[in-house]
């Protein structure tokens, strides 16, 4: 991103994870995982939810492209 405000536009998974010194595949993930409904990750950090319930949400989380 170039100057002005850090909100004055979008920023493309290659700027953030620039910004953020990761792989874009780790930012494409994680902004998945940030997409899930507040009901599966209260289960999954509650611990009523098993690996495979989360597993398959994020899979069928909304594709970026």
């Known amino acids: ?7 004055s536009r979008p920023w493309s998974l290659t700027e953030i994870a620039a910004a ?7 930012v494409s993930r994680i902004i998945r ?6 009901e599966i990750v209260t289960a999954c950090l509650g ?15 909304a594709p970026l492209d």
Request: proline content about 6%.
């Open 1 to 7: 991103m170039t100057g002005g405000s850090p909100f």
């Open 20 to 26: 953020e010194g990761m792989d874009v595949g780790r």
């Open 33 to 38: 995982l940030a997409q899930l409904s507040p």
């Open 47 to 61: 611990g009523s939810a098993d690996r495979e319930t989360l597993l398959a949400a994020a899979r069928h989380a």
